[in-house]
């Protein structure tokens, strides 16, 4: 009998422990799905539980073809030694997912392009501000672009899809947020429009927020006005309020009720008491002396020195200092100058380099400082500095943007660089990095609104910024220098174009928006707010915060704090130069726009292309030409203004259709004995026949005509049969009067 128990006792156990794990392995196939309304009817769907399962957090975001998948990977302990929070964000498109092999040697997708590195900081900049302060353990998060939609725009449903993996995993987070992209399109506002509806869009933002806060913007607009972009930022919230709920359905749905716990950070009291007692008064002074960037740092860095050499000094048995506490030793004399600098500010409204808060820098521009581009401009506003360049070419020089749904070609690219020098550092120096790929996308955004259209401007223009000197705000210089250089170069600008970068200190009810930061303004601040454009409205902005948010009074305050300094910019900027040169410089290449009916495009190309090589080789000019709206649109492009008239000339006698009666200067290609074949227009021929040649009888031209001779001639007809030419220089010169013979004399006395 105990025996049978015990036997039953473990067959129900077993069949519990079964019941159970088919449960659980059963619950994990039946994907969880919530879902929310764009609010123009499309369906967004978030899905977990059915894709990369051992992944800490993995979820799908689909809207129409659309699918992204995201995951986010954490370690559990935080490498040795580790005092900062090591976050990666990658965003990816498969080109598979739009039904295309990459066109690379390999056939594979390789390195980010730009496109993804640019979402990758979208992502980046909206979550890392979610994650607790003393959390150091190393998170991965990757978004990739499995599924392609021609219509629909990616780059916002990734963070959302980012910020849905973390909201379903026990990953620490202190909230949920999520993104969106707000337009105006034909005057009113569209959440997340198709890639179509955004052509046709004055104004373009991608925001993340949490239920509360705002978190980031970043986008663009044509001289949009302030009040224009608050009304925009509150639409998105109200949007984004929606997907945050959805996320706390799908998280809910999966019973996430914890996060996981996770190592502090090691804390010793007793040293950071030390450390605040010794440095904290020094620090003042220092950061209240208006000292040059430089000196400020060496200066802190001397004290830091003096500091650790203090707490060797007075260390003991019963107070050790060992390399963990020189560690935590650093680390706290960090937050003395964190704190310092921002109280400062904060209850003595004094910046580090003795501005006033709403200040600008003293500025310094020039144009016109490099002899050979065709463009250029030195701006230097305090200790930031840059020389910017712009350079002329034709439609070969186009830039391709290759993404998995699309491919097009830009006539503007603004390239941004950032040498160790320029903060008196050694660095290698490799390839772009993120950061410079995003700052030279901001100015290149703004500056394009400005740009004239390609029919007006047939250039392909390339502006490129190097900073020289670097103390905040580079980026806006770089907007600021590119305006500049380009109406150096003659390209129509309409209007100037100018940044300035915004900060922000906070502490409790308190807080200060700081015009044109340092950088050390920036490094211990909370926000980076950089707004750029016109005397008329906004063309660019890009917001970082790195606290829990910012409201939408501060944001208010603060977009009007930078009109006003983007205003004082402006005027030293149309004071060195007022408007576009009228003409490129005489160095500057020329190009020409024609359009032709599409009947005429090959008879310009000609068999094999023999007709525009011929035309390209004598004159030496470069000519591109395609269909453009039923229309043959021709660039012709010549570093000498004499080529490219010629290659136009040539052009438009091919094009041209002779008239009956019209007079042409003509040069002879070849003599025979009938006559003398001529070309009148190029590219057309026509025979003067001898007859036609004067008004006297010819046997032969021979020694009155020679091949390359020029003349003067008529078109008096066409062969009615083969459509040939017939053209007279007998036309052109006065009939002779007929002299009387001597018999006609005698005759008329009779």
């Not at 400020?296 to 060797?312: N, P, S």
């Not at 091919?654 to 008239?659: A, E, G």
């Not at 019209?662 to 021929?685: M, N, R």
Request: charged share 25%; glycine share 8%.
């Amino acid at each position: 009998m105990i025996r049978f128990l015990t036997t039953r006792v473990l067959i129900e156990h077993i069949a519990g422990f079964t019941i159970k794990y088919l449960q659980k392995y059963f619950m994990l196939q039946q994907p969880l799905r919530t879902t929310f309304d764009l609010g123009d009817g499309r369906e967004v769907a978030i899905e977990t539980g059915r894709l990369a399962r051992q992944a800490d957090g993995s979820v799908t975001v689909s809207v129409g073809k659309a699918v992204l998948l995201a995951t986010v990977v954490a370690n559990r302990e935080p490498k040795e030694g580790q005092s900062f929070f090591p976050l990666t964000v990658d965003y990816q498109e498969k080109f598979a997912s739009a039904g295309r092999i990459p066109g690379s040697f390999f056939k594979r997708e390789g390195r980010l392009s730009d496109y993804e590195v640019l979402i990758s900081r979208l992502i980046d900049r909206a979550l890392r501000p979610l994650f607790p302060d003393d959390y150091f353990c190393e998170v991965q998060v990757l978004v990739t672009l499995i599924s392609s939609d021609p219509e629909i725009l990616p780059d916002a449903l990734a963070c959302l899809a980012a910020s849905a993996a973390l909201a379903v995993s026990d990953v620490p987070i202190k909230e949920i947020l999520s993104e969106v992209r707000v337009a105006r399109i034909n005057g009113a506002f569209k959440i997340n429009p198709t890639r179509t509806e955004l052509e046709t869009a004055d104004m373009d933002f991608i925001v993340a927020a949490t239920e509360k806060n705002l978190m980031m913007v970043e986008g663009e607009s044509q001289e949009c006005s302030e009040a224009d972009l608050v009304a925009a930022l509150a639409i998105a919230h109200d949007a984004i309020r929606i997907q945050i709920k959805a996320q706390q359905e799908l998280r809910d749905l999966k019973g996430v009720t914890t996060k996981r716990e996770y190592t502090l950070p090691a804390i010793n009291e007793a040293v950071k008491e030390r450390v605040y007692a010794f440095a904290s008064d020094k620090v003042y002074e220092i950061a209240k002396s208006k000292s040059a960037k430089h000196d400020r740092t060496d200066q802190f860095k001397a004290l830091e020195e003096e500091l650790l050499a203090k707490l060797v000094e007075e260390s003991t048995e019963e107070l050790p200092f060992t390399d963990v506490e020189k560690r935590l030793a650093k680390k706290y004399y960090h937050d003395v100058q964190y704190d310092v600098v921002r109280d400062m500010v904060l209850n003595d409204r004094i910046r580090l380099d003795g501005r006033q808060l709403d200040e600008i820098r003293p500025l310094d521009m020039e144009v016109d400082v490099l002899p050979s581009p065709h463009g250029s401009a030195l701006f230097t506003r305090g200790e930031t500095q840059s020389i910017t360049t712009v350079t002329l070419g034709t439609g070969l020089d186009e830039l391709l943007i290759e993404t998995a749904a699309s491919s097009k070609y830009s006539k503007f690219i603004l390239h941004y660089n950032f040498p160790p020098f320029s903060t008196g550092e050694v660095k290698m120096m490799r390839g772009p990095g993120r950061r410079e790929v995003g700052h030279g996308a901001l100015a290149m955004r703004s500056l394009k609104q400005m740009m004239p259209a390609d029919s007006e401007f047939g250039y392909t223009v390339r502006v490129v910024s190097d900073i020289l000197e670097s103390n905040g705000s580079s980026s806006m210089a770089t907007v600021c220098a590119g305006s500049l250089a380009l109406m150096d170069a003659g390209v129509p600008l309409p209007k100037h174009v100018a940044g300035i970068a915004m900060g922000l200190i906070t502490k409790g009810d308190k807080f200060s928006i700081l015009s044109d930061i340092l950088g050390d303004e920036d490094h211990l601040g909370d926000m980076d707010f950089k707004v750029t454009g016109t005397r008329e409205g906004i063309c660019g902005v890009q917001m970082d915060i790195k606290v829990d948010g910012l409201s939408m009074e501060v944001m208010t305050q603060a977009l009007e704090q930078a009109k006003a300094g983007r205003l004082h910019i402006l005027e030293h900027m149309y004071k060195a130069i007022p408007e576009a040169r009228e003409e490129v410089k005489p160095h500057a290449p020329r190009v020409v726009k024609m359009f032709i009916d599409k009947e005429f495009i090959g008879a310009v190309i000609g068999p094999g292309g023999k007709v525009i090589q011929e035309i390209q080789r004598e004159t030496g000019a470069t000519i591109n030409i395609e269909e453009v709206n039923n229309m043959g649109e021709i660039s012709i492009f010549g570093v000498e203004k004499s080529s490219v008239a010629k290659a136009e000339d040539w052009i438009k006698g091919i094009v041209s259709v002779p008239v009956v009666g019209d007079v042409y200067d003509a040069t002879v290609k070849s003599v025979v004995a009938f006559g003398a074949f001529v070309e009148f227009l190029p590219g057309k021929q026509g025979l003067v026949h001898i007859s036609e040649v004067s008004w006297k009888r010819l046997e032969t031209l021979e020694g009155l005509v020679k091949e390359g001779d020029s003349m003067k001639v008529k078109l008096i007809g066409t062969d009615p049969k083969s459509g040939k030419f017939k053209l007279s220089r007998k036309a052109l010169i006065p009939k002779p009067e007929r002299k009387p013979e001597p018999g006609d004399e005698a005759a008329s006395q009779q």
